[in-house]
């Protein structure tokens, strides 16, 4: 049977991992772009393989995620937690120890770096090291090895000097060991991960320490060929394809099993408005349904769809406008969104949302309406026009997306949305992991830092963060799809999976030919760059489309002013 095959083995392993054990380092997320681009890399990796490492990276990405932040000098110590470690202040006390540390150095903590248990020679050599390190003036040019022999050491220990400035201890310099640390309990780790038994994992321990395949049968008590068959079970039952990628592999998850979590989103960026009233209603499956009103409360209604990102705010300044011009504004939380409850697993997304929005139709007694649909949300206002034609006037888009028919148009995107959309089209289970790592991304290193680098190359969007009234909107407005209380991820890749698998052409035709439709596109959009913004606009004529400068994805945040205008004409 064919398989889709990806790019190349032990780079994109090293870079999944990467990611995994530090999503909130947005280079590292970077590093993965290049690899799942099955637009422009050649394959060597069948998905089958890579699908299992994507399960694993997503397991101890969730586990990281789940762990405490502590003060900085824990918190730098977890950072190396695999290595046997001392970290020095500048005093050239020792401020704390990972592992066997005392025994390893021959020192404590709290007591100086001078009288550590070592050969006089090394003592010298690593407090002029550790010296010139702390001296911020020295300017060195590449982290220097130290060879530490002990006498109970069969193999030397190599030292590595790693120096950091503490926000409240000043320089410090970490002197790591490669004598590494086996995390308690990573026995269970492995053996969940990869169905290892107790005798194969020993084998991977004295791999870890560098024994070749003679010391280890002599260590264990075996013969040279069954120590060798053991390692190329493990090397099957964990996909690798050579020790060294092995031994990486592990490194990583010893690394990550013990990774402490990044720091998070500052709280105000979930706290919502106190004077926002949101009401709940139950769909005729039982299932919840969130929204809420704002504008005018007697004036025309109109329907917003706020985009794979749940913009449930708008800035102040726009609800007012919406208010002036006689707008009720009623926004939905679509299923799997806060509250609201997800749709069936079973089943088109876009016809269970049109479903939803057409009982909320009902309920609140509204019927034909103007709506505005931002991003992805298009395909979900087309369906919904294609199931109740009757109950839609007119379509306002912003940034609205179209249906990817050819590779070229998805080669031209930036490469954040490149990976993403090319992920979800050709390799889709592989996507969950990637979304949620995105997702870990903005929550660790900040919304504003994942704005900042996933929408780099617009500045129109990025200027849109200077906005107080805006940023709000866009920070607290996106509460219910990720805050220390909601994660959308899931729904978030399922709607990404619907949007390039499913062909919903016939559904935007048929809405760009029965009603009025008008999109306003930013000249920077990363998703649809104006040439191929171009090409889709042949494709439908009947779309009237307004470009808008010095906007791109959040072009609604820039124009809301030319939307709201737009829907007062179709209302």
């Known amino acids: 049977m064919n398989q889709t095959r990806i790019s190349p083995s032990d780079d994109i392993l090293s870079a999944l991992y990467d990611v995994a054990l530090a999503p909130e380092c947005p280079e590292r997320y970077a590093r993965l772009l290049p690899h799942m681009d099955r637009e422009t890399v050649p394959a060597s990796l069948s998905e089958s393989a890579l699908l299992k490492h994507f399960h694993r990276a997503e397991e101890i990405l969730a586990?990281?995620?789940?762990?405490?932040?502590?003060?900085?000098?824990?918190?730098?110590?977890?950072?190396?937690?695999?290595?046997?470690a001392i970290l020095v202040d500048a005093r050239l006390t020792v401020l704390a120890a990972n592992g066997p540390a005392g025994a390893l150095f021959g020192v404590d903590v709290g007591a100086p770096l001078g009288c550590a248990n070592l050969p006089e020679d090394t003592r010298a050599t690593l407090l002029?090291?550790?010296?010139?390190?702390?001296?911020?003036?020295?300017?060195?040019?590449?982290?220097?090895?130290?060879?530490?022999?002990?006498?109970?050491?069969?193999?030397?220990?190599?030292?590595?000097?790693?120096?950091?400035?503490?926000?409240?201890?000043?320089?410090?310099?970490?002197?790591?060991?490669?004598?590494?640390?086996?995390?308690?309990?990573?026995?269970?780790?492995?053996?969940?991960?990869?169905?290892?038994?107790?005798?194969?994992i020993a084998v991977i321990r004295r791999l870890i320490k560098s024994e070749n395949i003679q010391e280890i049968a002599t260590a264990r008590g075996r013969s040279v060929d069954t120590i060798r068959t053991q390692v190329k079970t493990i090397l099957s039952k964990t996909d690798t394809r050579s020790q060294a990628e092995l031994i990486r592999i592990v490194l990583m998850m010893m690394h990550m099993a013990t990774a402490p979590g990044g720091v998070r989103a500052q709280l105000t960026e979930d706290a919502t408005r106190p004077d926002v009233l949101w009401q709940s209603m139950t769909l005729s499956d039982g299932r919840r349904l969130d929204y809420r009103e704002f504008g005018a409360p007697a004036g025309q209604p109109v329907l917003v769809w706020p985009m794979d990102y749940g913009f449930t705010h708008w800035p102040r300044a726009a609800e007012a406008r919406a208010r002036a011009l006689g707008l009720r504004v009623i926004l939905p939380l679509r299923g799997g969104y806060g509250p609201s409850d997800t749709p069936p697993a079973t089943g088109s997304l876009s016809e269970h949302y049109a479903r939803d929005i057409a009982e909320l139709v009902a309920h609140l007694d509204l019927g034909p309406c103007p709506h505005l649909a931002l991003g992805v949300d298009v395909m979900f206002v087309a369906k919904f026009a294609a199931l109740f034609p009757h109950l839609i006037t007119g379509v306002v888009g912003c940034g609205a997306v179209f249906p990817v028919t050819e590779p070229n148009q998805i080669a031209c995107m930036d490469k954040w949305h490149r990976m993403i959309l090319a992920t979800a089209r050709h390799t889709p289970r592989l996507l969950p992991f990637l979304i949620k790592a995105g997702f870990a991304l903005a929550q660790k290193a900040g919304k504003d830092a994942f704005i900042r680098n996933i929408f780099a190359d617009a500045p129109g969007d990025l200027a849109l963060l200077d906005d107080l009234d805006t940023r709000e909107a866009l920070f607290n407005g996106s509460h219910f799809t990720l805050s220390k209380d909601y994660n959308a991820a899931d729904i978030f890749t399922r709607t990404t999976i619907e949007q390039m698998t499913?062909?919903?052409?016939?559904?935007?035709?048929?809405?760009?030919?029965?009603?009025?439709?008008?999109?306003?596109?930013?000249?920077?959009?990363?998703?649809?760059?104006?040439?191929?913004?171009?090409?889709?606009?042949?494709?439908?004529?009947?779309?009237?489309?307004?470009?808008?400068?010095?906007?791109?994805?959040?072009?609604?945040?820039?124009?809301?002013?030319?939307?709201?205008?737009?829907?007062?004409?179709?209302a």
Not at 71 to 77: Q, V
Not at 171 to 198: H, K, Q
């Open 63 to 84: 586990r990281s995620s789940a762990q405490p932040q502590g003060d900085e000098i824990t918190g730098l110590m977890a950072r190396f937690s695999q290595s046997t």
């Open 502 to 570: 499913m062909d919903w052409s016939q559904d935007l035709h048929a809405m760009a030919q029965s009603l009025p439709v008008q999109f306003l596109q930013g000249l920077e959009d990363t998703e649809i760059p104006p040439d191929m913004l171009a090409q889709h606009a042949a494709r439908y004529p009947e779309i009237k489309i307004e470009l808008c400068e010095n906007a791109g994805r959040f072009v609604f945040f820039r124009a809301w002013d030319k939307a709201l205008a737009h829907l007062t004409r179709m």
């Open 128 to 200: 002029t090291l550790v010296k010139t390190r702390l001296d911020h003036r020295a300017a060195v040019a590449a982290d220097t090895l130290l060879e530490l022999h002990k006498d109970d050491h069969s193999r030397p220990t190599f030292l590595k000097l790693h120096p950091e400035v503490l926000p409240q201890s000043g320089p410090v310099v970490l002197i790591l060991s490669s004598e590494l640390i086996w995390p308690e309990g990573f026995d269970a780790v492995l053996a969940s991960a990869f169905a290892l038994t107790p005798a194969e």
